[in-house]
């Protein structure tokens, strides 16, 4: 199986910046794609950033030019800087990743319990 732990949330005034962290550990064959989802009192759960096995990442348009997501080379911890925060920002922050736990096994997605981050104005 997969565990994620995220660390790093917190309260930050706007403008402010913060940085997430994300270990992964467990028994795995591969990380196939590594995320990160924020859900906002009242709202759905929606991915903020993802970062794929070849390198490329995608981001909400939300926070294009202010978050930026990256992992180490062993992909066992994923990142979220985020630069810039608004309170709108104010979220329950996610890690996700999709990963086979043996080769040729069919993909699973895992989750983290969330780390808080408030942003006041």
């Known amino acids: 199986q997969v565990q994620l732990k995220e660390f790093g949330g917190g309260l930050v005034q706007a403008g402010e910046p913060l940085k997430l962290s994300c270990a992964v550990s467990?028994?795995?064959?591969?990380?196939?794609?590594m995320a990160w989802y924020r859900q906002a009192p009242g709202k759905q759960r929606e991915l903020v950033a993802q970062i794929l096995s070849g390198g490329s990442t995608d981001y909400a348009d939300s926070v294009k030019g202010r978050f930026t997501i990256s992992s180490d080379d062993a992909r066992t911890t994923v990142y979220l800087q985020m630069n810039s925060l608004k309170p709108d920002d104010t979220a329950l922050y996610y890690c996700?990743?999709?990963?086979?736990?043996?080769?040729?096994?069919?993909?699973?997605?895992?989750w983290g319990q969330g780390t808080q981050v408030t942003v006041s104005s």
């Open positions: 467990g028994s795995f064959f591969s990380i196939d794609a």
């Open positions: 996700n990743v999709v990963a086979r736990l043996r080769s040729g096994a069919l993909e699973g997605r895992y």
